[in-house]
């Protein structure tokens, strides 16, 4: 199963827009590139998936380049309440969502 | 109205005992799993139901047996607890195992072995 490389932790401070950049170099032709967040004492939350280019929703964007060997995690403006664990994970069909070490992101004030 | 429940949120318990957690959505999902996040917070799947039918077994202790009286329950029991099992288990479901579905996970249990 291909696998995803991302920063262990980041710090920002609020206002301020965080990229995570996550690199999956082995990436399949069906694999999909998911996000999902992790507030302390909850389950992981669905941010954001993409297959290629440019993908914006109300929480984030996700920016994928032609080669799909890595994706950017783009969450603007962020506040106290983004500090959470933001994991990468590729999915296909029929596969089971394989959760990485994710990478912890502190929002300072 | 919560998505996927899970009972107990905590869970205390001696070392040899038998405990259960219950998981319920009531998103008319098809697709239900069970991951353990342990200390370092790695999450890792342990099991997974399509339609009542075990899909996806990990290599997960036969101490852990989960079971599927229908497609919106999965609970999973738990023999002689070890200090080991320790651990947040968080529920989750799908509609189904495509790739673009998304899961949508409980609080979470969180599971104390003394």
């Known amino acids: 199963l291909a696998k995803t490389t991302q920063p262990i932790s980041m710090d920002s401070y609020e206002g301020q827009e965080v990229n995570i950049t996550c690199s999956h170099n082995n990436i399949a032709t069906n694999d999909y590139i998911t996000w999902y967040q992790q507030f302390p004492s909850q389950g992981p939350r669905f941010i954001i998936q993409g297959y290629k280019t440019k993908v914006t929703n109300e929480v984030a964007s996700l920016f994928i380049p032609a080669d799909r060997k890595s994706s950017t995690l783009s969450l603007p403006r962020v506040s106290l309440s983004d500090t959470a664990v933001y994991y990468c994970l590729l999915k296909a069909a029929g596969n089971k969502l394989t959760f990485g070490g994710g990478t912890r992101v502190l929002v300072k004030p | 109205d919560t998505a996927v429940s899970q009972t107990p949120k905590y869970l205390v318990t001696q070392m040899g005992n038998d405990k259960s957690i219950k998981c319920e959505q009531n998103?008319?999902?098809?697709?239900m799993y069970w991951y353990k996040q342990d200390s370092k917070k790695f999450l890792k799947i342990m099991f997974s139901y399509n339609n009542k039918e075990l899909i996806i077994n990990e290599t997960v202790p036969n101490r852990f047996s989960p079971k599927s009286p229908d497609k919106a329950h999965l609970n999973l029991h738990i023999n002689s607890l070890e200090l080991g099992d320790s651990a947040v288990y968080f529920c989750a479901s799908s509609q189904d195992s495509g790739a673009t579905t998304e899961a949508f996970f409980g609080q979470g249990t969180r599971l104390t072995v003394v």
């Open positions: 998103l008319g999902h098809d697709t």
